[in-house]
């Protein structure tokens, strides 16, 4: 038996690759899926089945697309009802890949037809649980993510309740421990950066698990502090739940090399510039109205964030080399009309006399003796702030941004931080889209502002005050 987690840190999510005597199944594939068919291929091994554990909300899976390709057939828990064809599990449905088997228990709570996946090995011992967004290691998943459901997201909790503590915490306390998300995922609140556990080490550590627990504590828990989901989940999985275009389709119309002037036209008839090279390059020089995204952070979670038309037509700035993976990248959160790309970047642009936007930059000593003058604008999440900020710094989220864009002074002089000095410049690039040109990026973020003498303090929630 061979059982492989295939983990993307852009998205913090686990795809698993199960294999016995020739034959394979996939849980929760990404959108691309070659990496599923050259492991399989390698292995000699043939896909019977895709198991999905629920309509991931924040990212599309590759499920339609590898069932075309391999014949597998794909498998939901109960209450799915998905647009096309596949195998509607009972609950306790047990499916054999080779000398193994499958068996479905539904776990409803993150989402109605919400099911984990119970490995039993060659001898019918409980070997591992794949969770999906049931269970994670030190989190569970939020109950506020259904689709069109006339459930609250109390209903739902309470739902997830039932669900850990009758399907999965009777579960031997050897049982791995397989979740579909690690820490930086937003389909929970806590989660941790291990990706692979035991059931027993959650019973004793994880929150959600605890045996004094009651209903009415754990929902109150569960709906506590969950921040509004990013804008794309419900097109994700509406997407995941209706059919969605090939990727290959996707991938073939992204890839265009495009000239300035076929670059310019995409640009005049509304299409986004997404320019996807590293903060530093961007802040050196870029085209004017351009979007930056980089490719070297946590990608395609802040593309579904904050370019709102999941339809919006994108041409990007890439680095030579990079363009199937910013396309590819894209889909994964369902961004498929990509048009193409500027061939020769920004360089093109500049030899045929365009002039460059830029973003000044200040280290975070430079900023010290600003503290008391400056607008500070910390960018980070309001957990991060919470934590530890400068003292007078305004929270500016930059996963909300596009509901607040114009309660800051367009006049005043704005210096804009993160934690690391990737967000405060994808926020500066959207803020500049819509008018500011007096912001400052602060190098190196709050692990820099950490460093220096400047003025610091934490949000004290009200009901620990003595």
């Known amino acids: 038996m061979i059982v492989e987690q295939l983990y993307t840190k852009c998205l913090a999510e686990a795809a698993y690759y199960i294999e016995s005597n020739g034959e394979a199944a996939i849980i929760d594939p990404l959108r691309e899926t070659q990496p599923y068919l050259d492991i399989a291929r390698n292995n000699g091994a043939k896909i019977k089945y895709i198991f999905e554990t629920h309509f991931h909300a924040d990212f599309v899976s590759g499920h339609i697309d590898l069932a075309k390709q391999t014949g597998a057939q794909i498998v939901y828990g109960p209450n799915a009802n998905p647009a096309y064809d596949v195998i509607e599990a009972k609950n306790?449905?047990?499916?054999?890949?080779?000398a193994v088997t499958i068996r479905v228990m539904h776990t409803p709570g993150h989402t109605p037809e919400s099911s984990t996946y119970?490995?039993?090995?060659?001898?019918?011992?409980?070997?591992?649980?794949?969770?999906?967004?049931?269970?994670?290691?030190?989190?569970?998943?939020?109950?506020?993510?259904?689709?069109?459901?006339?459930?609250?997201?109390?209903?739902?909790?309470g739902m997830l309740f039932d669900s850990l503590r009758n399907r999965i915490m009777p579960l031997p306390d050897e049982t791995i421990v397989y979740p579909g998300h690690g820490a930086g995922s937003s389909c929970g609140k806590s989660m941790s950066s291990e990706t692979i556990g035991t059931l027993g080490e959650q019973k004793a550590t994880n929150y959600a698990l605890r045996a004094d627990m009651t209903k009415e504590e754990f929902v109150k828990e569960l709906t506590t502090g969950i921040l509004p989901p990013p804008q794309y989940f419900p097109k994700n999985a509406?997407?995941?739940?209706?059919?969605?275009?090939?990727?290959?389709?996707?991938?073939?119309?992204?890839?265009?090399?495009?000239?300035?002037?076929?670059?310019?036209?995409?640009?005049q008839k509304g299409a986004l510039i997404l320019d996807v090279r590293t903060q530093k390059d961007f802040i050196q020089g870029f085209i004017p109205n351009s979007l930056f995204i980089g490719l070297n952070g946590t990608f395609a979670m802040w593309v579904g964030a904050l370019i709102e038309d999941i339809n919006q037509p994108i041409v990007l700035i890439v680095p030579e080399g990079k363009e199937e993976?910013?396309?590819?990248?894209?889909?994964?959160?369902?961004?498929?009309?990509?048009?193409?790309?500027?061939?020769?970047?920004?360089?093109?642009?500049?030899?045929?006399?365009?002039?460059?936007?830029?973003?000044?930059?200040?280290?975070?000593?430079?900023?010290?003796?600003?503290?008391?003058?400056?607008?500070?604008?910390?960018?980070?999440?309001?957990?991060?702030?919470?934590?530890?900020?400068?003292?007078?710094?305004?929270?500016y989220p930059l996963d909300f941004i596009n509901s607040h864009l114009h309660t800051l002074d367009k006049e005043q002089q704005h210096h804009v931080h993160c934690a690391g000095g990737y967000r405060s410049v994808i926020a500066i690039s959207r803020l500049m889209q819509e008018g500011y040109t007096n912001l400052i990026d602060v190098a190196g973020g709050y692990g820099a502002i950490k460093k220096t003498d400047i003025p610091k303090t934490a949000f004290v929630c009200p009901s620990t005050l003595k």
Not at 92 to 98: A, R, S, V
Not at 140 to 148: E, Q, Y
Not at 360 to 373: C, K, V, W, Y
């Open 238 to 267: 509406a997407m995941n739940k209706h059919g969605y275009e090939s990727f290959e389709n996707v991938l073939e119309n992204g890839m265009h090399a495009l000239s300035l002037d076929a670059f310019d036209a995409e640009v």
């Open 325 to 395: 993976e910013a396309v590819t990248r894209l889909s994964r959160v369902g961004y498929d009309n990509t048009v193409g790309y500027l061939e020769g970047g920004v360089e093109t642009y500049v030899n045929a006399g365009g002039e460059l936007s830029t973003i000044t930059s200040i280290s975070a000593d430079a900023l010290e003796p600003l503290h008391g003058s400056a607008s500070i604008i910390d960018v980070r999440k309001p957990g991060e702030f919470e934590a530890e900020h400068i003292l007078d710094a305004v929270t």
């Open 118 to 157: 119970l490995l039993l090995d060659e001898n019918g011992k409980e070997n591992a649980i794949f969770t999906g967004d049931t269970l994670f290691l030190g989190d569970v998943g939020r109950p506020d993510l259904a689709i069109k459901s006339d459930l609250t997201q109390e209903d739902l909790a």
């Open 92 to 98: 306790n449905q047990e499916f054999k890949i080779g």
